[in-house]
């Protein structure tokens, strides 16, 4: 089905990416965890990256070295304290409490969390096997993760006490604490294995905005889903500009005023893709490449997606998964990672339009990452499509096939990109 879906949206080069993707052509993302060999206890942590993280789990299973045991476990870690900052039946006391001193239960084998209502409950419910895990790491790792965990819960007291996110400057805070930590701390991480140099550890600003930039485009893309749970994150200072409430934009009669903060929401995240490049840059290890290169890619394509599209107001908006998995094969090197980059910032530049009060700053920085992605190939690239016909036995042959063989896609976490 999501040949056709390429085909018809007018991507039939798309079907040639599905196709090789389905036929096992997908070994930048392939796991390298042999459970066999596991302990039972890390075996329960990586089903418990499974079954939470869909845009993770892949490729932090492809890490070289023990690099993918330290990103399994802070990843639990973390969104074991993200689940008591989400869930709303957790009294205030209590949720501040433990967001304090989440850090310390990790060095305590008994703690755990048996009240929670969320969807990923069972990584508090079970918290002793990920701490126990969690002290077999090398005691750089726990350093390093108890650190972040430290710092991230103390960020997430000081917003669960506030109503909204006022300033921009507090937008940048409140993601600062939620992501661009996870990015500090996961290039310690990087730098720690000796996979990656010093520096990829030591540049905090620059793995801040690694982090910046895919939590902006969650709270972007996500906007009616934290309506309807009652949840407010785009930044006040830029929605004030266009209505009287956040909610307002839901109404019909409110789509210019909706889509001009959108655009100038996409336009703030963009600032943030010349330090990603920058960071990607310096990566030298191919596994740790194609963790950080990925999840990027998929940011851009659904920000490029939302740009000026009124469906951020009305419903979901996804990328194709034909696209993302065509993304995520080509993701693998600095020069196709700018030739996926560099289209996505052109469908922006397409949709922009000189009334919009943003205009000339979104101008600006689409420039700028338009000179920081010009490769030297990116000129002959395009050109090279493939033929339509191609394509369409390609789908008669894909659709036949289908029939009588099932794969497990490992990616099927990728697509419900969050
Ligand atoms: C390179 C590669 C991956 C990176 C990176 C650099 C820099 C930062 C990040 C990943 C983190 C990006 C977070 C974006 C998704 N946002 C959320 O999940 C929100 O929760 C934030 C707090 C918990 C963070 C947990 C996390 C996430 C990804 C990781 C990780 C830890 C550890 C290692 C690797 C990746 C969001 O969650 C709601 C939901 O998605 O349901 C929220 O509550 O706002
Ligand atoms: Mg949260």
């Known amino acids: 089905m999501d040949l056709m879906r390429s085909v018809i949206a007018g991507h039939p080069e798309e079907v040639y990416s599905l196709l090789k993707f389905k036929l096992g052509g997908c070994g930048t993302v392939q796991t390298k ?25 892949a490729v932090t299973q492809a890490l070289d070295g023990d690099l993918r045991y330290a990103v399994c476990i802070f990843y639990l870690v973390l969104r074991a304290l993200d689940t008591v900052e989400d869930d709303m039946t957790i009294p205030l006391a209590t949720k501040l409490d433990m967001l304090h001193n989440f850090y310390t239960y990790l060095q305590d084998p008994g703690w755990r969390f048996m009240e929670s209502n ?51 400057e507090e ?66 200072q830029v929605w004030s500009k266009h209505a009287k409430k956040l909610s307002d934009f839901r109404q019909p009669d409110m789509s210019q005023n909706a889509l001009w903060c959108l655009n100038e929401l996409v336009s703030n995240a963009l600032l943030h893709v010349p330090d990603v490049l920058k960071y990607m ?35 979901v908006v996804k990328i194709r998964k034909g696209e993302a998995v065509k993304m995520m094969i080509h993701a693998t ?19 922009m339009s000189p ?38 036995a390609l789908v008669v042959a894909a659709i036949t096939w289908q029939y009588w063989t099932q794969i497990h896609w490992i990616y099927e976490h990728y697509i419900e990109w969050k």
Not at 41 to 49: E, I, K, N, P
Not at 134 to 163: N, T
């Open 118 to 168: 969320e969807k990923d409950k069972k990584v508090l419910e079970d918290f002793p096997t990920i701490s126990q895990e969690f002290r077999k790491l090398k005691p750089l790792y726990q350093e390093v993760i108890s650190d972040i965990c430290r710092r991230m819960g103390a960020g997430m007291a000081e917003f669960v006490q506030r109503e909204d996110v006022d300033t921009l």
């Open 33 to 57: 965890c042999h459970y066999d060999q596991m302990c039972p206890s890390m075996r329960t942590c990586y089903q418990y990256l499974n079954q939470t993280s869909r845009s993770f789990a």
């Open 333 to 351: 090197n600095m020069e196709n990672f700018k030739d996926i980059m560099r289209p996505f910032c052109e469908e922006i530049a397409n949709k």
């Open 171 to 236: 937008w940048n805070k409140y993601c600062h604490y939620v992501a661009g930590l996870v990015g500090i701390g996961l290039s310690r991480l990087f730098s720690g294995s000796e996979f990656e140099d010093a520096i990829v550890g030591e540049d905090t600003e620059l793995a801040n905005s690694m982090g910046l930039f895919l939590q902006k485009t969650n709270i972007i893309r996500d906007y009616l889903e934290d309506q309807v749970d009652g949840r407010e994150f785009w930044p006040k």
């Open 281 to 315: 840059s310096r990566l030298r290890n191919q596994s740790v490449f194609n963790f950080c290169a990925i999840p990027q890619v998929m940011a851009i394509g659904t920000l490029a997606r939302c740009y000026n599209n009124i469906k951020v107001f009305r419903g």
């Open 355 to 392: 009334h919009d009060p943003s205009y000339s700053l979104t101008m600006e920085t689409v420039e700028t990452i338009r000179q920081l992605t010009t490769t030297s190939h990116s000129l002959t690239v395009q050109s090279t499509l493939t033929p339509l016909h191609v394509s369409c």
